[in-house]
T-cell receptor, first 113, second 106 residues
Framework: SQTIHQWPATLVQPVGSPLSLECTVE??????LYWYRQAAGRGLQLLFY??????ISSEVPQNLSASRPQDRQFILSSKKLLLSDSGFYLC????????????FGPGTRLTVT | KNEVEQSPQNLTAQEGEFITINCSYS?????LHWLQQHPGGGIVSLFM???GKKKHGRLIATINIQEKHSSLHITASHPRDSAVYIC????????FGTGTSLTVIP
């Protein structure tokens, strides 16, 4: 069966520190992968999506970056966190060749202090 | 203007009430999702629709493609239904509503 893992579940980091959030998918090959952010009281905002290894598209300018070193691994990073980076980060995937379906990871709650 | 608009933003109901959440969208789509987000934050997909109506237990989702409108109904609501319900559509990309926060009071 298809599953998606995301870690850590919660993270408290000081301003200016680096960030690395990891997401892995099992049970499917060549999925489309997505990183979303949900700020308090707001809807989901698409940050990055990837249709294949090394292929990253960014939806909004920011101090975050994403990488896809392996087919089923998606990493969200920052060199220096800002207070405004606080939020709930969700990784999601769409199975290969299946348009319109999306499955979400459990999320990471990031607090930048 | 958001591509996906939901109403109401907040909803409080007594246990047992029939609940309706509405979603309107402005883009061409091939699928519409109703998602449920519990206070812990995790999101699960309740329904994926491209036409007509789907039912799962006490939940019913309908979509009218011509009117670009969908509704999520909860019959005999229960406190465990308390969550944020998010409408999402897929056209050439995913668009998300800001969610409807539902509280069901015992």
């Amino acid at each position: 069966s298809q599953t998606i893992h995301q870690w850590p579940a919660t993270l408290v980091q000081p301003v200016g520190s680096p960030l690395s959030l990891e997401c892995t998918v099992e049970g499917t090959s060549n999925p489309n992968l997505y990183w979303y952010r949900q700020a308090a009281g707001r809807g989901l905002q698409l940050l990055f999506y990837s249709v294949g290894i090394g292929q990253i598209s960014s939806e909004v300018p920011q101090n975050l970056s994403a990488s896809r070193p392996q087919d089923r691994q998606f990493i969200l990073s920052s060199k220096k966190l800002l207070l405004s980076d606080s939020g709930f980060y969700l990784c999601a995937f769409t199975p290969s060749g299946v348009l319109g379906e999306q499955y979400f990871g459990p999320g990471t709650r990031l607090t930048v202090t | 203007k958001n591509e996906v608009e939901q109403s109401p933003q907040n909803l409080t109901a007594q246990e047992g009430e029939f609940i309706t959440i509405n979603c309107s969208y402005s883009v061409g789509i091939s699928a519409l999702h109703w998602l449920q987000q519990h206070p812990g934050g995790g999101i699960v997909s309740l329904f994926m629709l491209s036409s007509g109506k789907k039912k799962h237990g006490r939940l019913i989702a309908t979509i009218n493609i011509q009117e670009k409108h969908s509704s999520l109904h909860i019959t005999a609501s229960h406190p465990r239904d308390s969550a944020v319900y998010i409408c999402a559509v897929f056209g050439n990309q995913f668009y998300f509503g800001t969610g409807t926060s539902l509280t069901v009071i015992p």
